[in-house]
């Protein structure tokens, strides 16, 4: 069973920096299973879960243009972690914040795959509970 579980959420005002962490049971690195970690977000009366940026197993990140040079996707393999550095934060960043796992698919390592279509979210199978950030003005 794939476990994750986010921490690290909270309020702070724009332009200010949170850290999310996920910690996970998947395996290290060595192992031969390709798969695709990733920070998903749903944002305050939307029902879609939109991808913010996601790492391969071979540690190449992808990320969406609203957050690129903000944000920062990282593993802590001796830690079995995922976490994503948020800093400069808008309002427009307020949002449940989820990481989640994709072990069928795995194309963040595809030049072609792109992180803004809303369909992203299916080709993940595991989900965390979740983490609100809030930013206010």
């Known amino acids: 069973e794939v476990r994750l579980m986010e921490t690290g959420g909270g309020s702070v005002k724009a332009g200010q920096s949170l850290t999310l962490s996920c910690s996970t049971s998947?395996?290290?690195?060595?192992?031969?299973?390709?798969?695709?970690l990733a920070w998903f977000r749903r944002a305050p009366g939307k029902e879609a879960r939109m991808a913010v940026a996601c790492i391969s197993s071979d540690g190449l990140t992808k990320y969406l243009d609203s957050v690129k040079g903000r944000f920062t996707i990282s593993r802590d393999y001796g830690r079995n972690s995922v976490g994503l550095q948020m800093n400069d934060l808008e309002p427009d960043d307020t949002a449940m914040y989820f990481c989640a796992a994709d072990f069928v698919w795995a194309r963040c390592d595809d030049a072609d795959f792109s992180l803004s279509r809303i369909s992203t979210e299916y080709e993940y199978q595991h989900w965390g509970q979740g983490t609100q950030v809030t930013v206010s003005s």
């Open positions: 998947i395996f290290g690195p060595g192992s031969r299973t390709k798969y695709d």
